[in-house]
């Protein structure tokens, strides 16, 4: 069973930059794709970015692209996801999650979550 454990979240200046990190913890690890989704009070979880594990190929929501990038350490089992030019409305609780099968921005088409991770931002 996967486990995964996310960090680097906190408070920060409206325009100020945050890196994130969602570190997997499994006796194999294989998945066919991870994602960083984030939720807001008041809100359903949204979708931000997807990268393929093996190949590294990464898809973005609209609302993102430009400001956020995904990425992983192969050989060290890690998501990250560097957040720049954050606005007020970036503040949620952020979630990694583990895609066995597909490769896909849908949150039930994932298998495994973390715990999250909040992020503030102020102005």
């Known amino acids: 069973q996967v486990r995964l454990v996310e960090s680097g979240g906190g408070l920060v200046q409206a325009g100020g930059s945050l890196r994130l990190s969602c570190a997997a913890s499994?006796?194999?690890?294989?998945?066919?794709?991870m994602g960083w989704f984030r939720q807001a009070p008041g809100k359903e979880r949204e979708f931000l970015a997807a990268?393929?594990?093996?190949?590294?190929?990464?898809y973005y929501a609209d609302s993102v692209k430009g400001r956020l990038t995904i990425s992983r350490d192969y050989a060290k089992n890690t998501l990250y996801l560097q957040m720049n030019s954050l606005k007020l409305q970036d503040t949620a609780v952020y979630y990694c999650?583990?895609?066995?099968?597909?490769?896909?921005?849908?949150?039930?088409?994932?298998?495994?979550w973390g715990q999250g991770t909040q992020v503030t931002v102020s102005s």
């Open positions: 999650a583990v895609s066995e099968v597909v490769f896909t921005r849908t949150p039930t088409d994932y298998d495994v």
């Open positions: 499994a006796r194999t690890f294989s998945p066919n794709a």
């Open positions: 990268i393929r594990w093996f190949t590294g190929g990464t």
